[in-house]
C-alpha cells in the first residue's frame, strides 16, 4: 500500500511499524489526508491475520506531532459559514460530522481488537497525544514533551482527550490537567500513568514491539464490565463534595469567559456519567459549538496563527542576510539592562554589561546568578547551565569592547542628556556596520538619533518589566531607521524568543499608550465613586489579569505623577484631567507610591498576610452604593477605552499592522485573552455595534468614548480591522 505520509513494514513476529514522516513539513500535523491515509492504514492491517499488533511512531527525529493542522479546523469553520447561509441545518450537521472525524478514528483504533503502541519521541501534543491515548500502550523518550494545549488558544480536545484523560486520572487531576494545556516530560507523565514505559531514542520502537510481544490486553479498561472511575461515581459522596468546588473554581480562574475552558468541565462531568461511546458523544458536540465561538475564532487567529507569524519575522524588510547578532552590549545594567543581558545570554549570545563602575556591572550580572540559581533549585536547570549562561556575561567599566559587537542595547536613566553622551561615546567604541538601540520608554528615538552619526543605524528596542518574564518587545523607528537596523532588531528579539511588534515613533509608542488608558479609567471611577473593590473585580471580571489599581501600585504612582507631569509640559494643562492629577498628588503626598513603598491603592503588610485595598481610599470620594453600580458597564468601560485607543493607534499608523496591535495588547498588557485582543474585540462585535458602544458610553461618561472617524467610516463601509488592514489575508481565509 502506498502512501504519501506514512511507510508501513511488518516484522517476522506479525508486528507493523507505521511510521509517520510528512515530506515537506518539518513536524507531522494532521490534515484531512493524513487522516485518510491513518484509516486506510488501519483498514489493511486489521484485516490482515498476520499482524499481530501495531507500533505507530514518527519518522521525525525529536518530534512525534505538533497536532492537528489549524488551518483544516478553518477550512471546516469556512465551509459551515457558506453553507450556513442556505441551509442552517446542513452546514451544522456537516461541522458536527467533521468534528466527530478525529475522534472516531482514535475510537476505532482503540477497539480494533489488535493492540497498538505509541512510539513517541519529542513534541507530541493536542490531536497526537489523544491518539496515544486511544492506543493500548505509550512508550516515550526522555526528551517527549507531551500536553493537550487546545484550549489556550480558544478550543479543546475534541477527538477523545477529555474522556480518556478523566477516566485515567482522578477528576480533580484531569481537570488540572485539561484545563492548564501545559505540556508535561516524559518522567511526570510516567509517574500519572499517562505512559508506560521511557526509552531512549534509539531503543523506541523495540521497547514499543517488545511490550506488544509480552502481550498487552487490546480492550481498554473503560471497555471492560466492572469498570471504575478512578475518583468513583459523579453522583457519591466525593463527587457531592468535588463538583461545586470546581464549578467556584472555575468561574474564579476564568470569569467564565472562555467557552474552551467551560467545554472541558462539561465534558468531564457529563462523560463521566455516561459510558465513553456517549462520552465522546458529548464531547463532539461540545466541540462543534466551542469552534463556532467568536471566542475560538479570535484566540486561534491571535494567540497561534500572528504570534508565529510575528515570531517567524512576518515584518522583517526583505532581502537582507540574517543578522542575528553574536554579541551585544548592553549599556545600564540596572533593573532591565541586567534583565536584558539574562535574556540574551540565554540565548546563547555573548553580552557585554556596561555601566559605571565595575561594582554596578556586576550588580546587574549577579541579577542572572540569581535567577538561574532558582531555576536550578526548582529543577528547570543544571548548575552547568547557570555556569554557561554566566560565563557569557562580562562585566565592564568602559567602551573598549564595544568594538567587537553587532548591536548595543541601551538602558541607561531616562534622561535626555545622559542618553545622549552615552550615544555619542558608544558610536566613537563601535565598529562600522554595528547597529545601536535604545530601550528608553518615553523620549522620542528621532531625537535621540541625533546624537548618532548614523541614524539609520539606530533603532528603538523597548522590553517590558520584568525582562524575563514579558513576551512582547515594541521595536520603535525612527525617522531615519533604515532597514538594516530593523532587520537586526527583528533578528535580535527573535533569537531571544520574544515576539515583536514594529512600531511608530511616538508618545507611549503602543502598549504603554493604551495601558494608561486602562488607569486612567479606574481613577474616574475611584473619582465617581465607585467602590475600589468594585473597580478591581470588574476588571477581572472583563478578562484582564491583574486589577487597573493593582497594576498602578506595580508601576508605581509616582511615576505615574511624572508621566503627567510631563504631558503636561509638552502638551498643556488641558492634556491632563485635573481630577485624576489630584488623585495622584493625594496618595504620594501621603507616601502612597504603590507596592516598593508597601503602600499604594493597597497596603502591603508583611508576608504571609496578603495585599488588601486601603480602607483610606473610600473616604477620599463619597461612595456610591454597591448595588447602583452596573458592573457590566465597568467591564465595558475597560475593553473599549483601551480598544478605542487602540484604533486610534491604527488610524495615526503608530501600528499599522491589525496582527501587532492585537498580539501587542495581550502580551503587553494582558488585554482579555478571549477576544483576541484589542481590534480583535471591536472586529469580533461588528465596528457597527462596537461605534453603538461608544456611542452610548459617550453620552454617559463623556468624549473619552466618541468614536473615531476611522470607526464610523468602517462602520458604514461595513468593514473589519483585518478587512481594512489586511486585504491579502482576508482573500487567503475565504
Ligand atoms: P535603572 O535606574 O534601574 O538603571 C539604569 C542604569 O544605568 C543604572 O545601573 C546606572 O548606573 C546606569 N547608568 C546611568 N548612566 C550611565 C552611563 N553614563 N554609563 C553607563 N551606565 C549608566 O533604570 P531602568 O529602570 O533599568 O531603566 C533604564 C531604561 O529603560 C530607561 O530608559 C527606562 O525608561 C527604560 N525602561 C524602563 C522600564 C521599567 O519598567 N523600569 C521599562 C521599559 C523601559
Given at each position: 500500500m502506498d502512501f504519501n505520509n506514512f511507510t508501513l513494514a511488518v516484522d517476522g513476529d506479525g508486528i507493523a511499524l507505521l511510521t509517520w514522516d510528512m515530506p515537506d513539513r518539518s513536524m507531522n500535523v494532521f490534515t484531512e489526508e493524513v487522516m485518510d491515509e491513518i484509516e486506510a492504514a488501519l483498514d489493511s492491517l486489521v484485516a490482515d491475520e498476520a499482524v499481530k499488533g501495531i507500533v505507530f511512531t514518527s519518522g521525525k527525529a525529536g518530534s512525534f506531532t505538533g497536532g492537528a493542522d489549524l488551518k483544516m479546523l478553518g477550512r471546516m469553520l469556512g465551509d459551515y459559514r457558506k453553507l450556513e447561509a442556505s441551509d442552517p441545518h446542513a452546514a451544522m450537521t456537516q461541522l458536527f460530522d467533521r468534528c466527530g472525524r478525529m475522534g472516531a478514528l482514535w475510537r476505532r483504533i482503540e477497539t480494533c481488537g489488535k493492540p497498538v503502541v505509541t512510539a513517541i519521541d519529542g513534541t507530541c501534543m493536542g490531536g497526537g497525544f489523544e491518539l496515544a491515548l486511544a492506543c493500548h500502550g505509550r512508550v516515550a523518550t526522555p526528551r517527549a514533551k507531551m500536553g493537550l494545549p487546545e484550549v489556550k488558544v480558544g478550543i479543546f480536545p475534541g477527538a477523545g482527550g477529555t474522556q480518556r484523560i478523566a477516566r485515567m486520572l482522578d477528576a480533580q487531576a484531569a481537570l488540572q490537567f485539561l484545563l492548564k494545556g501545559e505540556a508535561i516530560g516524559a518522567e511526570k507523565a510516567l509517574a500519572m500513568k499517562l505512559i508506560d514505559k521511557v526509552a531512549a531514542p534509539e531503543e523506541l520502537v523495540e521497547t514499543a514491539k517488545a511490550m506488544l510481544k509480552a502481550g498487552i490486553p487490546a480492550v481498554k479498561p473503560w471497555d471492560q464490565k466492572g469498570y471504575k472511575l478512578p475518583s468513583g461515581p459523579v453522583y457519591s459522596a466525593a463527587g457531592a463534595q468535588l463538583w461545586p468546588a470546581v464549578s467556584s473554581l472555575y468561574r474564579k480562574e476564568t470569569q467564565d469567559n472562555y467557552p474552551g475552558a467551560r467545554a472541558i468541565v462539561k465534558c468531564v462531568y457529563e462523560g463521566l456519567l455516561l459510558p465513553i461511546d456517549l462520552g465522546l458523544k458529548v464531547e463532539q458536540r461540545y466541540f462543534a459549538s466551542v469552534l463556532r465561538s467568536t471566542e475560538a475564532a479570535m484566540m486561534i487567529r491571535s494567540l497561534f496563527v500572528s504570534m508565529q507569524e510575528l515570531g517567524k519575522g512576518a515584518r522583517r524588510p526583505h532581502?537582507?542576510?540574517?543578522?542575528?547578532?553574536k554579541r551585544i552590549a548592553v549599556i545600564g545594567a540596572g533593573f532591565m539592562g541586567a534583565g536584558i543581558a539574562y535574556v540574551s545570554a540565554m540565548a546563547g549570545i555573548e553580552v557585554l554589561l556596561v555601566d559605571r563602575d565595575m561594582a554596578a556591572a556586576e550588580k546587574g550580572k549577579a541579577h542572572s546568578a540569581s535567577l538561574m540559581a532558582d531555576r536550578v533549585k526548582k529543577g528547570r536547570a543544571k548548575e552547568a547551565d547557570a555556569e554557561a549562561l554566566l560565563s557569557r556575561i562580562t562585566p565592564a567599566d568602559g567602551y573598549d569592547g564595544l568594538a567587537d559587537v553587532d548591536l548595543v542595547v541601551e538602558a541607561v536613566f531616562e534622561d535626555r542628556k545622559v542618553k545622549a553622551d552615552v550615544i555619542a561615546a558608544a558610536a566613537a567604541a563601535m565598529k562600522p556596520g554595528a547597529i545601536f538601540a535604545s530601550n528608553t520608554s518615553t523620549l522620542p528615538i528621532t531625537g535621540l538619533a541625533?546624537?548618532?552619526?548614523?541614524?539609520?543605524r539606530f533603532i528603538g528596542i523597548h522590553f517590558f518589566s520584568p525582562v524575563d518574564r514579558m513576551m512582547l518587545v515594541e521595536v520603535i523607528l525612527g525617522e531615519k531607521t533604515g532597514d538594516e537596523a530593523l532587520a537586526t532588531a527583528l533578528d535580535f528579539v527573535r533569537a531571544i524568543r520574544k515576539t515583536p511588534i514594529v512600531v511608530d515613533d511616538t508618545r507611549g509608542f503602543f502598549a504603554n499608550r493604551c495601558v494608561l488608558r486602562y488607569m486612567s479609567e479606574a481613577y474616574d471611577m475611584v473619582v465617581e465613586g465607585v467602590p475600589p473593590a468594585m473597580i478591581e473585580n470588574a476588571a477581572r471580571m472583563a478578562g484582564?489579569?491583574?486589577?487597573p489599581l493593582a497594576l498602578n501600585d506595580e508601576v508605581a504612582i509616582d511615576l505615574s505623577r511624572r508621566i503627567m507631569q510631563a504631558t503636561m509640559a509638552d502638551?498643556?494643562?488641558?492634556?491632563?484631567?485635573k481630577r485624576h492629577f489630584d488623585l495622584v498628588n493625594r496618595l504620594v503626598d501621603a507616601g502612597r507610591l504603590g507596592r516598593k513603598a508597601g503602600k499604594g491603592f493597597y497596603d502591603y503588610p508583611a508576608k504571609p498576610a496578603k495585599k488588601h485595598l486601603w480602607p483610606g481610599l473610600k473616604e477620599l470620594y463619597p461612595q456610591q452604593n454597591a448595588e447602583d453600580v452596573d458592573v457590566k458597564e465597568l467591564q465595558q468601560r475597560f475593553l473599549v477605552t483601551m480598544a478605542l485607543e487602540a484604533a486610534r493607534t491604527m488610524a495615526e499608523g503608530v501600528v499599522t499592522d491589525p496582527r501587532e496591535a492585537d498580539v501587542g495588547s495581550i502580551l503587553g498588557?494582558?488585554?482579555?485573552?478571549y477576544t483576541g485582543g484589542a481590534l480583535s474585540y471591536i472586529d469580533g462585535m461588528g465596528v457597527k455595534a462596537f461605534v453603538a458602544l461608544c456611542e452610548t458610553l459617550e453620552k454617559r461618561?463623556?468624549?473619552?468614548?466618541a468614536p473615531i472617524p476611522l470607526l464610523h467610516e468602517m462602520a458604514s463601509a461595513g468593514q473589519t480591522f483585518y478587512g481594512r488592514f489586511r486585504p491579502a489575508r482576508q482573500a487567503e481565509a475565504a
Open positions: 532581502g537582507i542576510a540574517d543578522r542575528q547578532p541625533e546624537s548618532f552619526p548614523e541614524a539609520t484582564m489579569p491583574v486589577g502638551l498643556g494643562e488641558a492634556a491632563v484631567d498588557f494582558g488585554y482579555a485573552p461618561h463623556g468624549e473619552r468614548f
